[in-house]
Structures are given as structure tokens and as C-alpha cells.
């Protein structure tokens, strides 16, 4: 199995960044494609990001675009998500996701939580105004 742990969430102003991390215990991260969600009380789980296996091709979902960058390191089995110009509306328990990346339409597969085999137990992310 592969274990998630994500960390560095915490509270922030509006305006503020953030970083957050998530530590694979997989040997084989290298092969998996990486997402990260998120969900607010009382709403469904939102497409963060997510990066492939080697990298080189990231997708990010249209309320994030532009202000959250997503990258890995995979010589650390660890994923990042770089938040910037955090708005109180980006106020949510964010996850930690991974899928075996077979090489096919990841980008498509990437943004639906189904897709995705492990989770991590989330972290909580509180933008104040």
C-alpha cells in the first residue's frame, strides 16, 4: 500500500502563501500520478492539481489557475503544493492523492477523486480575511 501524510496547512491571511507537503512511504512513487483535493464543510471534494509521475505535465483545476503551483521531487517521494494569493474561499481540508500512471489520458483521470487508489488524512488550510 502507499501511505500519504500531508503537512504544512495551518492558518493564513488573505493575500498570504502557504506550502504544503506530502510524503509518500512508496518505493515506486515515481510511477504514480499525484492530486491534490480539497473540501470545505458541506461541499463536495475539489480538484486542486496534480503532476505526473516524472513531472513534466501538471493540470490544475479553474479556481486555483494561476495562483497554486504544484511539483515534485521524487528522489524524496514527496509532493508540494505552493499556494499563493490565498483567498478565504480556499478555506478547506486539503488531500493528498496518488494513481499508478499507465500512460494514457492522465489529464483526464487526474480531476476525479474515483480515479485516485491512496489518500492521505488531510490538513487543514484557514484563510482569515
Known amino acids: 500500500q502507499v501511505q500519504l501524510v500531508e503537512s504544512g496547512g495551518g492558518l493564513v491571511q488573505a493575500g498570504g502563501s502557504l506550502r504544503l507537503s506530502c510524503a509518500a512511504s512508496e518505493r515506486t512513487f515515481s510511477s504514480y500520478i499525484m492530486g491534490w483535493f480539497r473540501q470545505a464543510p458541506g461541499k463536495e471534494r475539489e480538484f486542486v492539481a496534480a503532476?505526473?509521475?516524472?513531472?513534466?505535465?501538471?493540470a490544475y483545476g479553474n479556481s486555483v489557475k494561476g495562483r497554486f503551483t504544484i511539483s515534485r521531487d521524487n528522489a524524496k517521494n514527496t509532493v508540494y503544493l505552493l499556494m499563493n494569493r490565498l483567498k478565504p474561499e480556499d478555506t478547506a481540508v486539503y488531500y493528498c492523492a496518488a494513481q499508478r500512471d499507465y500512460s494514457g489520458s492522465w489529464s483526464y483521470s487526474a480531476m476525479y477523486p474515483a480515479e485516485y487508489d491512496y489518500w492521505g488524512q488531510g490538513t487543514q488550510v484557514t484563510v482569515s480575511s
Open positions: 503532476i505526473r509521475s516524472t513531472g513534466g505535465s501538471t
